[in-house]
């Protein structure tokens, strides 16, 4: 007894000398602590239970499973170091992407050393056990990300994507071929670019990355901007919708293709993407937490010394396999590496609209009282089972936001003191075997096949394998299949094959599947049939698509009004319009319609308010409609059709002239731009003759937002300084970079986009000082930012691998556009700003930022 007493009295000594280390060793992630902020451990350290480096069979006794589930060690060190992404081939090698130069030791010191590999393992005894391991790719940095692709490894590793081969068959890569030199940076691991994942739609989709990728014929690779997703890994359901996280945000996902949102500038919030159906943060872990980044803040820890609510979450996955019983098919699944558990989600979906909650109460589907369970990755394998990457890192958290809190608790526990490690398991129904062999088939016509499997992952290899091969010899079966498939995920993958290879969609065959008796799958149809919507086949097309207009499915209304809005016909046109009548509850079809009535809105509201009969009362949703065409109206900033508005206002009913003017002054940013008539606009001068109050207040307001002289307060246009032929080059080269690089966060009207990016229009940041900005754009920046009097917490990357001159091309162009007045950026500003920063190697804070002049 005495010698325990000893030991705890040695513990809470070397607890008050680390305690008072503190202040001696502050971190990069200590923020605002630095001004004050105490960080008092939660816990005492004789309370916190050891994490010692279990081995992995004793590792196994360390998991609390749902019932009914297994889970099985699949590799560990020394066959698999530091992993943190995995994707199967067809013959069910796993491919495994090893971060080992992430945090080896508590400064990061050495993580720019070139010791990052991809390794293939292979199961060659059959026992369910990788015993192989072939070094495919060595000598990177920081790799993060693997997605299999032509014949080889698409690799990231930032800012760096390569697609690497074997062409000698031994088994190590000796060709590679630059994709990209600006997928991610190398500024924050935690921020930077990850995932390629090959969607439905054969596209490449990253997640906090926005450009997509097309892999084309002859090693070429299409790119082009795409929406912002999430933190850490990426994954999609069987309808081919996007799913991603945050590290403090379980669960998001896109429930429309969001390339269709970005068609209409003036509507700057479309619904659709980044939706969260789960509302629900909560954590439950099975042992005592204190490791967490701020965990000495109130309310991080319960009262027991767990984490209460995802701070680390990631990697979040769609089961999508076929071992699990039929109640977990489509259930979402999330990784909590700092709370070393995995959390299950039930997702339902009803009229378009997604919902979910938390599986258990106060319960996780897996959790270990090991520390050092780092599931940082999940894969659906090609047997139906659940494949679980662990890092096994001690240090999850990157130095750049590691806090001296948790510093100390790492070096307490020893959990800086090993590397190297490594983990991957497979999570098993017990009642359901697994199949002896999990390879995909090699002919073309068995692949074709397995577009039917129930198992996600094989529909999905088979469809990447049968476009990349692109054999028109297969496309016979492939046209059945769409037409024939024994299911309706069959008939998808089967359309969405035809789609990616050569000549493979037809019009026969298009028009049959816009008759399929499945809502996804006759949605999908319509979407595929928009190239012949733009050809001599639209005669053929648009009758079968405007007799759809009559069913009820959300579906099928969601995509008609998304593919109806480019096609210029009066038919087309009369469709939307029974959409708008038919659709209004359904906020992701309302705004679908937006988006597709580019510089048409005025026009379609006005056909609106004429339907008396249609429009008469005030439904659910007209409001929602109306304010948004209104926004759109005015937000295009041309007084004539702003004039048309006033005056429509004016003829409009009641409900309609206040929607109307809602729309106008209810959706104006916190700083908006001025319209400038010539004179006082006559719809104007009408609308102010109305008496109504609620009108009056709202006429009012609409009144600061224009001016034209002889106007109380009337403010002139500002005098612009003329730029230089130089400086003209500049701009005009910036709006092009701007369009392709900047434009799918921002929006090409600088407006921004809610939950995405902040406005730059009338940005304090964009118009204030030069070295500023400058430095923004070399170094990137993360929140809490304030722009335009709203606070924002993303965080933007740096675009360091651009050089001077495109750099001063775009802040020249974002400087003098959207009507700016600030002076042009010259390239020697840059230059220089360069050199002063180049040590710097994390991204600014606000704070840091106003010190700059």
């Given at each position: 007894m005495e010698q325990i007493a000893h030991s705890k009295m040695i513990n809470r000594l070397l607890f008050l000398l680390l305690a008072l280390a503190l202040p001696l060793q502050a971190q990069n992630g200590d923020g605002k602590d630095r001004s004050g902020e105490k960080q008092v451990d939660p816990i005492p350290a004789d309370k916190i239970p050891p994490s010692p480096v279990l081995s992995g069979d004793d590792a196994l006794k360390s998991f609390k499973l749902a019932p009914g589930f297994r889970i099985e060690l699949v590799a560990a060190e020394p066959l698999i170091h530091e992993p943190v992404a995995m994707v199967f081939d067809g013959d069910g090698r796993m491919w495994v992407v090893e971060m080992n130069g992430y945090m080896p030791n508590a400064d990061g010191i050495g993580e720019d050393k070139p010791v990052g590999k991809v390794v293939v393992l292979e199961d060659t005894d059959g026992d369910g056990k990788m015993d192989k391991r072939t070094v495919f790719a060595d000598g990177l940095v920081m790799p993060r990300a693997i997605s299999l692709v032509h014949g080889g490894a698409l690799i990231?590793?930032?800012?760096?994507?390569?697609?690497?081969?074997?062409?000698?068959?031994?088994?190590?890569?000796?060709?590679?071929?630059?994709?990209?030199?600006?997928?991610?940076?190398?500024?924050?691991?935690?921020?930077?670019?990850?995932?390629?994942?090959?969607?439905?739609?054969?596209?490449?989709?990253?997640?906090?990355?926005?450009?997509?990728f097309r892999a084309m014929?002859?090693?070429?690779?299409?790119?082009?901007?795409?929406?912002?997703?999430?933190?850490?890994?990426?994954?999609?359901?069987?309808?081919?919708?996007?799913?991603?996280?945050?590290?403090?945000?379980?669960?998001?996902?896109?429930?429309v293709p969001s390339h269709y949102l970005t068609r209409n500038p003036n509507y700057r919030t479309p619904a659709g993407l980044n939706v969260d159906p789960i509302h629900n943060q909560a954590t439950y872990?099975?042992?005592?937490?204190?490791?967490?980044?701020?965990?000495?803040?109130?309310?991080?820890?319960?009262?027991?010394?767990?984490?209460?609510?995802?701070?680390?979450?990631?990697?979040?996955?769609?089961?999508?396999?076929?071992?699990?019983?039929?109640?977990?098919?489509?259930n979402a699944f999330v990784c909590e590496p700092s709370a070393n558990l995995i959390k299950r989600n039930i997702l339902t979906e009803k009229d378009g609209n997604i919902t979910g909650s938390q599986a258990y109460t106060n319960a996780e589907f897996l959790a270990s009282t090991d520390e050092w369970f780092r599931p940082v990755n999940l894969n659906n394998g090609p047997d139906g089972a659940l494949y679980i990457v662990d890092m096994h890192h001690g240090v999850l958290q990157h130095r750049i936001f590691l806090t001296?809190?948790?510093?100390?608790?790492?070096?307490?526990?020893?959990?800086?003191?090993?590397?190297?490690?490594?983990?991957?398991?497979?999570?098993?129904y017990e009642k359901n075997d697994l199949p002896k062999n999990a390879k995909l088939p090699k002919e073309l016509s068995e692949l074709v096949k397995e577009l039917s499997?129930?198992?996600?992952?094989?529909?999905?290899?088979?469809?990447?394998?049968?476009?990349?091969?692109?054999?028109?010899?297969?496309?016979?079966?492939?046209?059945?299949?769409?037409l024939k498939g024994r299911n309706a995920q069959a008939r998808l993958h089967a359309l969405w094959t035809l789609e990616g290879m050569t000549?493979?969609?037809?019009?026969?065959?298009?028009?049959?599947?816009?008759?399929?008796?499945?809502?996804?799958?006759?949605?999908?149809?319509?979407?595929?049939?928009?190239?012949?919507?733009?050809?001599?086949?639209?005669?053929?097309?648009?009758?079968?698509?405007?007799?759809?207009?009559?069913?009820?499915?959300?579906?099928?209304?969601?995509?008609?009004?998304?593919?109806?809005?480019?096609?210029?016909?009066?038919?087309?046109?009369?469709?939307?319009?029974?959409?708008?009548?038919?659709?209004?509850?359904?906020?992701?079809?309302?705004?679908?319609?937006?988006?597709?009535?580019?510089?048409?809105?005025?026009?379609?509201?006005?056909?609106?308010?004429?339907?008396?009969?249609?429009?008469?009362?005030?439904?659910?949703?007209?409001?929602?409609?109306?304010?948004?065409?209104?926004?759109?109206?005015?937000?295009?900033?041309?007084?004539?059709?702003?004039?048309?508005?006033?005056?429509?206002?004016?003829?409009?009913?009641?409900?309609?002239?206040?929607?109307?003017?809602?729309?106008?002054?209810?959706?104006?940013?916190?700083?908006?731009k001025l319209v400038r008539f010539d004179a006082e606009p006559a719809g104007f001068v009408a609308l102010k003759k109305n008496l109504d109050k609620k009108v009056v207040a709202l006429v009012l307001k609409v009144e600061k937002m224009i001016t034209w002289p002889g106007q109380p307060d009337y403010v002139a246009p500002p005098v612009i300084k003329p730029l230089s032929l130089d400086q003209q080059k500049r701009f005009e080269n910036g709006r092009d970079l701007f369009a392709t690089t900047?434009?799918?966060?921002?929006?090409?009207?600088?407006?921004?986009?809610?939950?995405?990016?902040?406005?730059?229009?009338?940005?304090?940041?964009?118009?204030?000082?030069?070295?500023?900005?400058?430095?923004?754009?070399?170094?990137?920046?993360?929140?809490?930012?304030?722009?335009?009097?709203?606070?924002?917490?993303?965080?933007?990357?740096?675009?360091?691998?651009?050089?001077?001159?495109?750099?001063?091309?775009?802040?020249?162009?974002?400087?003098?556009?959207?009507?700016?007045?600030?002076?042009?950026?010259?390239?020697?500003?840059?230059?220089?700003?360069?050199?002063?920063?180049?040590?710097?190697?994390?991204?600014?804070?606000?704070?840091?930022?106003?010190?700059?002049?």
């Open positions: 990231a590793a930032p800012p760096n994507l390569w697609l690497f081969r074997d062409t000698d068959g031994d088994g190590k890569a000796d060709d590679k071929i630059p994709v990209a030199k600006d997928y991610g940076n190398t500024n924050s691991p935690e921020h930077t670019a990850n995932g390629l994942l090959w969607g439905l739609d054969n596209w490449i989709y990253s997640a906090d990355h926005t450009i997509r014929p002859e090693d070429d690779f299409k790119r082009e901007p795409t929406a912002f997703r999430g933190q850490w890994g990426i994954s999609q359901d069987d309808f081919g919708r996007l799913i991603y996280n945050s590290n403090s945000d379980q669960f998001r996902m896109d429930l872990p099975v042992r005592m937490t204190p490791g967490v980044n701020r965990g000495y803040r109130p309310g991080t820890l319960r009262t027991n010394g767990t984490l209460a609510a995802f701070t680390a979450a990631c990697a979040p996955l769609i089961y999508r396999g076929e071992n699990f019983p039929s109640e977990f098919q489509g001296s809190y948790l510093r100390r608790q790492s070096e307490m526990r020893g959990l800086d003191k090993t590397v190297g490690l490594g983990r991957i398991y497979r999570v098993v499997s129930s198992n996600g992952w094989r529909r999905d290899t088979a469809q990447r394998l049968l476009v990349e091969h692109d054999d028109v010899k297969v496309i016979p079966a492939l046209r059945e299949a769409a000549g493979g969609l037809d019009e026969t065959t298009l028009l049959q599947a816009l008759r399929d008796q499945h809502e996804k799958v006759k949605a999908a149809a319509i979407r595929l049939s928009e190239p012949f919507l733009k050809t001599p086949a639209k005669d053929k097309f648009l009758p079968v698509l405007t007799h759809l207009v009559d069913e009820k499915s959300a579906d099928v209304q969601l995509q008609l009004a998304f593919s109806l809005g480019d096609v210029q016909d009066p038919r087309a046109d009369l469709c939307l319009q029974t959409i708008a009548a038919r659709s209004l509850n359904n906020v992701y079809v309302r705004d679908a319609l937006l988006t597709s009535l580019w510089k048409r809105e005025l026009e379609f509201l006005e056909t609106l308010v004429s339907q008396k009969e249609v429009w008469n009362e005030k439904v659910p949703g007209a409001e929602s409609l109306f304010n948004g065409l209104a926004q759109c109206v005015f937000a295009e900033h041309k007084t004539n059709r702003i004039d048309r508005l006033f005056s429509l206002a004016v003829s409009a009913k009641e409900w309609q002239r206040q929607a109307i003017l809602d729309g106008i002054v209810g959706k104006a940013a916190p700083k908006f900047c434009a799918a966060c921002h929006q090409l009207t600088g407006l921004g986009m809610e939950g995405l990016a902040p406005p730059l229009a009338d940005s304090q940041w964009v118009l204030g000082p030069e070295n500023r900005l400058a430095r923004i754009v070399l170094s990137g920046v993360k929140g809490p930012i304030e722009v335009n009097g709203k606070k924002f917490e993303l965080e933007m990357p740096s675009l360091n691998t651009m050089d001077d001159e495109q750099l001063a091309s775009i802040l020249t162009y974002i400087r003098r556009e959207w009507e700016h007045t600030a002076d042009p950026i010259d390239p020697a500003t840059l230059k220089k700003t360069r050199a002063e920063t180049a040590t710097r190697n994390e991204a600014w804070t606000s704070a840091d930022l106003l010190k700059v002049k």
